[in-house]
């Protein structure tokens, strides 16, 4: 089967077994699915969404039924213009809070990505080595993501987090 933009996949650990293809459920009807990063906690999947003119840029969170192979939206955050197509991966610390990493400096817009913009951006960001990307802590509760200190990079491209060692939050 060909696999379709915006498709949710579970992919087996067994290569026998067949790819199981979630159908999408309660997904507004203008919101598109262009899935970039995304995180598994519990029976929940989190995914950060370059939705752009179609929901924007956001994070969906869809409720998952292997046994009825459906994937149910449960709930959206919008991220500010500044995080705008730039959000790379995130984790997922509660039902409330989670960290971002940006991945690049240049902000899109609605439209998408601005290919010249994107590699004149890349190529003065590594030329400069400049450190211009970050994480940040959002919260569903009041809506806002925050830059924490001391986490610029040159390019942010993966998280982790030790729940046993250390509370984030």
Request: aromatic fraction near 14%; charge should be negative.
């Amino acid at each position: 089967k060909n696999i379709k933009s915006g498709e949710i996949i579970l992919i087996p650990v067994n290569e026998n077994d067949e790819l199981i293809f979630l159908s999408k459920t309660n997904l507004p009807s203008n919101y598109k699915l262009h899935a970039h990063g995304i995180y598994i906690k519990d029976n929940l999947l989190y995914i950060l969404n370059h939705g752009y003119k179609y929901g924007g840029e956001r994070l969906d969170i869809f409720l998952i039924d292997v046994e009825g192979k459906k994937a149910v939206f449960t709930k959206s955050f919008q991220f500010p213009n500044e995080l705008y197509g730039i959000t790379n991966v995130l984790i997922a610390i509660d039902d409330e809070n989670f960290f971002v990493t940006s991945w690049n400096t240049y902000v899109h817009d609605e439209n998408g990505m601005n290919e010249f913009k994107f590699m004149l951006s890349n190529l003065i960001q590594f030329v400069l080595q400049l450190q211009t990307t970050y994480v940040y802590h959002c919260s569903f509760s009041t809506s806002l993501c925050k830059r924490l200190e001391n986490t610029s990079g040159m390019m942010n491209n993966g998280i982790t987090w030790n729940h046993d060692l250390i509370n984030p939050i």
